[in-house]
C-alpha cells in the first residue's frame, strides 16, 4: 500500500537560510511524486513533480526536489528563503498506471523568520 | 484561466440542514474528485469518479452523496449535517494516462461550518 511520511509539521527557518522538506514515500510500483504548496484559505496549488526521467526536478518559486529511489525520499528544497514562501506544504504520491488514488501527506507548515 | 471552481467559499449551517457544494472544471479532465481538510489530518477523499457516469466512495464517505452531473461538474451533497462535518472542502480535477503526468488540480476550497 501506498503511504507518504512528512517529518515535521512545523518547520521555522530564517529569511535566507535553507529551506529542506522531508518526504519519504512508500510505493508498490514507480510512482508519479508531487508537492503542492498551500497559502491561507487557498487552495494547493502544483508546486513540482516527478513522473520520469531527471530525478531532480525544478519547480515555481525557486525550488526544486530530488527523487531517490534508493531511499525512497522527495525532499523539497530551495536555496534561500524568501518571506513570501511561508505556507503549508504538501507531498503526495500517484501510481504511474493511471489510478485515481492519490496519497497525500499530513503537511509541514514552513514559517520564515525575518 | 477558470481551472477548478467551487461554490460557496464559506457557509455556516445548523446541525441536520441539507446543502450541496457546487464543482466545476474547464480543463476537460475525465477524473474528478472531493476531498476534505481537517487540521493534521491532511487531505482525506470523500468521494471520485474517474469518468463521467461513475462514482466510488473513498476513504470518508459517511454522511456525504455526490453527483456527477457530467464532464465538467461533481457535486457533494450532505444530507444532513453534523458538526463532524465541519471542515473545509476542496474539489479536484485531473486528467489520468494523459502527458500531464496524474497531476491533480484543486480548487480554492469550501470553508464550512456546522452548528
Known amino acids: 500500500a501506498q503511504s507518504v511520511t512528512q517529518l515535521g509539521s512545523h518547520v521555522s527557518v530564517s529569511e535566507g537560510a535553507l529551506v529542506l522538506l522531508r518526504c519519504n514515500y512508500s510505493?508498490?510500483?514507480?510512482?508519479?511524486l508531487f508537492w503542492y504548496v498551500q497559502y491561507p484559505n487557498q487552495g494547493l496549488q502544483l508546486l513540482l513533480k516527478?513522473?520520469?526521467?531527471?530525478?531532480l526536478v525544478k519547480g515555481i518559486n525557486g525550488f526544486e526536489a530530488e527523487f531517490k529511489k534508493s531511499e525512497t525520499s522527495f525532499h523539497l528544497t530551495k536555496p534561500s528563503a524568501h518571506m513570501s514562501d511561508a505556507a503549508e506544504y504538501f507531498c503526495?504520491?500517484?501510481?504511474?498506471?493511471?489510478?485515481?488514488?492519490?496519497?497525500f501527506g499530513t503537511g509541514t507548515r514552513l514559517k520564515v523568520l525575518a | 484561466n477558470a481551472g477548478v471552481t467551487q461554490t460557496p467559499k464559506f457557509q455556516v449551517l445548523k446541525t441536520g440542514q441539507s446543502m450541496t457544494l457546487q464543482c466545476a472544471q474547464d480543463?476537460?479532465?475525465?477524473?474528478m474528485y472531493w476531498y476534505r481538510q481537517d487540521p493534521g489530518m491532511g487531505l482525506r477523499l470523500i468521494y471520485y469518479?474517474?469518468?463521467?457516469?461513475?462514482?466510488d466512495k473513498g476513504e470518508v464517505p459517511n454522511g456525504y452523496n455526490v453527483s456527477r452531473l457530467n464532464k465538467r461538474e461533481f457535486s457533494l451533497r450532505l444530507e444532513s449535517a453534523a458538526p463532524s462535518q465541519t471542515s473545509v472542502y476542496f474539489c479536484?480535477?485531473?486528467?489520468?494516462?494523459?502527458?500531464?503526468?496524474?497531476?491533480?488540480?484543486f480548487g480554492e476550497g469550501s470553508w464550512l461550518t456546522v452548528v
Open positions: 479536484a480535477s485531473s486528467a489520468i494516462g494523459t502527458g500531464d503526468g496524474n497531476t491533480i488540480y
Open positions: 510505493s508498490s510500483v514507480p510512482p508519479y
Open positions: 516527478y513522473t520520469t526521467g531527471a530525478t
Open positions: 503526495a504520491v500517484s501510481e504511474v498506471a493511471g489510478t485515481y488514488k492519490y496519497i
Open positions: 480543463m476537460n479532465h475525465n477524473s
Open positions: 469518479s474517474a469518468s463521467e457516469g461513475t462514482t
